[in-house]
């Protein structure tokens, strides 16, 4: 309510309330003067009701932590999927390469049919590109899971539960798969190991 | 030269097992862990053991350190390959008595170098 338009309203119930003690009203008089402590009061009701809303809303928003944490099973099975489905891809393209190593061995022996053992290397490594084509399949998975799990971290920020920093593994020595670069530690190279091995006298 | 490969991923060991042949080391076996490795180790016949260190159950470095305390087995060359790449995990696996470390991913030619500098160490102590 715009500010003039509020006055005249206050002016109104103030003349109405001097006209009523002028007539010795005191039904009208106590009316008028409830709609002018309604007024004084409102701001605070207005306040009162939008705090009460974001509770509302925050307490509505926790299922929904819920349903995000849920989908976390869910992104396991798919990387369990990935795992399966990289696995396989690998064995496919190593039974195209030892195929491919018996069929140089032939093509080294005398009198090998050199056109039909080529035209068989042929699919073979054709073969084996496509083997490479579950890199679009599991990336596109783990990308995925990768939303999911930045779903969670948001959610649970979000109520106020922002994970502390990511627990470093209390034994250097304990095994903790590939360092990933940017993530974790930098890992030693091939050289490094060597350098320490042989300063260790191996 | 009868070989042990021990790896988790079956991957990684048909890989490990190619490139031993491509060596002259046709005379491989397999094994996923190092429990399984451990057994059949025990039944003899082997003379030198390939392992990964970070797999489920028996760890390498568990089964390197196995090897070094069984009276039987504690001369045997463990070479381990694997992706624990920490100067504290190699201090460590060395203590351990490894004769060599092999961080990956690796090439043919490392794995050729370090199979080469492992016999020629054996050879000369013997």
């Known amino acids: 309510m715009s500010d003039p338009a509020r006055n005249a309203e206050i002016a109104s119930h103030l003349r109405a309330a001097l006209a009523a003690i002028g007539h010795a009203d005191d039904a009208t008089l106590k009316a008028e003067l409830r709609a002018i402590v309604q007024w004084q009061e409102a701001p605070l009701l207005a306040g009162l009701a939008k705090l009460s809303q974001q509770l509302g809303e925050a307490l509505g928003e ?36 030892e195929a ?30 496509l083997a490479q084509s579950y890199q679009d399949l599991s990336g596109q998975i783990i990308r995925k899971v990768a939303g ?8 649970l920020a979000a109520i106020g539960l922002p994970p502390g920093a990511a627990p470093r593994a209390a034994d250097p020595r304990a095994a903790s798969g590939p360092a990933v670069a940017g993530v974790d530690r930098p890992a030693a190279s091939q050289q490094d190991a060597d350098d320490l091995l042989s300063h260790l006298g191996l | 030269m009868r070989i042990l490969v021990v790896d988790d991923f079956s991957t990684m060991r048909r ?31 082997f003379d030198f053991v390939v392992t990964d260190w970070n797999m489920p159950g028996v760890t390498g470095i568990e089964l390197l350190r196995m090897i070094r305390a069984d009276d039987k087995l504690k001369a045997l060359p463990v070479l381990m390959v694997t992706a624990e790449a920490k100067r504290e995990q190699i201090i460590e696996a060395a203590q351990a008595g490894v004769n060599g470390y092999i ?18 160490r054996l050879g000369s102590a013997a």
Not at chain 1, 64 to 92: F, K, W, Y
Not at chain 2, 17 to 45: C, I, P
Not at chain 2, 103 to 120: H, M, N, R
């Open chain 2, 15 to 45: 890989i490990v097992k190619n490139l031993l042949a491509d060596l002259g080391f046709t005379n491989t076996a397999e094994a996923e862990d190092g429990g399984a490795a451990f057994t059949m180790l025990k039944q003899g016949g």
């Open chain 1, 62 to 97: 926790l299922p929904v932590v819920d349903a995000a944490v849920g989908e976390l099973p869910d992104a396991c099975a798919r990387l369990d999927h990935v795992v399966a489905m990289t696995e396989q891809a690998t064995h496919r393209t190593l039974d195209l390469v």
């Open chain 1, 148 to 155: 999911i799990v930045r779903g969670v971290h948001d959610q």
């Open chain 1, 100 to 129: 491919s190593q018996a069929l140089m061995e032939q093509l080294a022996a005398p009198g090998a049919d050199r056109e039909a053992l080529l035209r068989d290397l042929r699919g073979h490594l054709s073969e084996m590109a």
């Open chain 2, 103 to 120: 961080i990956k991913p690796f090439t043919a030619a490392t794995l050729k170098e370090k199979l080469d500098k492992i016999f020629e």
